[in-house]
């Protein structure tokens, strides 16, 4: 049976944001740590920002809800929608706001590629719906803040193996 043709494939570069870490733990540590409900919740989000979640299924299809909480205690509403998880390889998820149809949403594919060393290369590429909402993203420091979350994952997992 022929597969279905990726979406990444011909996605315009434009509209790509792609964040990379090398990870001193084995891939099936650091795919846990996005798998499992108590983990995530632990590492996910920008430096000193706290996570509130209303719901959390991390599994294909499953949802999970949650406010980001910055320091000053603005909210930010979040919901990933669990599109492809395939252990240890990879998560993929529609990332928003916390609403129905929200148009600035966008693709995330979070690949796992263990080193020979033992260490996890991992690389977080997300598709923006438009070249646009790329640079809103980019402006408002979605690179600054995805390599703080990085950092935060990084620690948490190397603490655990």
């Given amino acids: 049976m022929p597969q ?4 990444w494939r011909d996605w315009p570069l434009d509209r790509e944001i792609v964040l990379a870490r090398v990870i ?3 891939r099936e540590l ?3 740590a996005w798998t499992d409900p108590e983990q995530i919740q632990a590492w996910f989000g920008p430096e000193g920002f706290a996570i509130e979640t ?3 299924d991390l599994r294909q299809g499953g949802v999970w809800r949650f406010d980001m909480v910055a320091p000053d205690g603005t909210r930010y509403g979040n919901r ?3 599109l492809r998880l395939e252990a240890p390889s990879f998560i993929e998820v529609e990332h928003g706001s916390d609403r ?3 148009p600035d949403r966008f693709r995330m594919l979070v690949t796992f590629d263990q080193q020979s060393d033992g260490k996890t290369v991992l690389t977080l590429r997300q598709m923006h719906p438009s070249k646009e909402r790329r640079a809103t993203a ?6 600054a803040y995805g390599g703080q979350t ?3 994952l990084a620690r948490h997992v190397e603490t655990r193996g």
């Fill in 4 to 7: 279905a043709a990726s979406p």
């Fill in 24 to 26: 001193d733990a084995p």
């Fill in 30 to 32: 650091v795919y846990a």
């Fill in 54 to 56: 209303h719901a959390i």
């Fill in 80 to 82: 990933m929608v669990f």
């Fill in 100 to 102: 129905d149809a929200d």
């Fill in 138 to 143: 980019i402006g408002f420091g979605a690179v």
């Fill in 150 to 152: 990085l950092d935060k």
